[in-house]
Nanobody
Framework: QVQLVESGGGLVQPGGSLRLSCAAS????????VAWYRQAPGKQRELVAS???????NYADSVKGRFTISRDNAKNTVYLQMNSLKPEDTAVYYC?????????WGQGTQVTVSS
């Protein structure tokens, strides 16, 4: 069983930045495939960014060049650095880990971009 706890969400003005963190349990964290998803009100949950190992990344077109996913295996933590935030980035952001063909989700953290 893998437990994930997100933090770092909040209210930010357009153009601002936030860094989300996702702390994971388990001793095999470095083998997890990790990702960030988001879900805006009335919309389906969508992939924001994923990371395999420490180098192989994939980003949604809407966040390319603005968001960066990374991990610190020593701290069992995944990050999502979000820059140049837009109102349309407003959503609940979820961390996901895939381990031995099972998916684990965090509880989500709210990000609101508004002036």
């Amino acid at each position: 069983q893998v437990q994930l706890v997100e933090s770092g969400g909040g209210l930010v003005q357009p153009g601002g930045s936030l860094r989300l963190s996702c702390a994971a349990s388990g001793t095999a964290f470095s083998t997890y495939v990790v990702a960030w998803y988001r879900q805006a009100p009335g919309k389906q949950r969508e992939l924001v960014a994923s990371l395999v190992g420490t180098i192989t990344t994939n980003y949604a077109d809407s966040v390319k060049g603005r968001f960066t996913i990374s991990r610190d295996n020593a701290k069992n933590t995944v990050y999502l650095q979000m820059n140049s935030l837009k109102p349309e980035d407003t959503a609940v952001y979820y961390c996901k880990a895939n381990y031995f063909l099972s998916n684990y989700w965090g509880q989500g953290t709210q990000v609101t971009v508004s002036s």
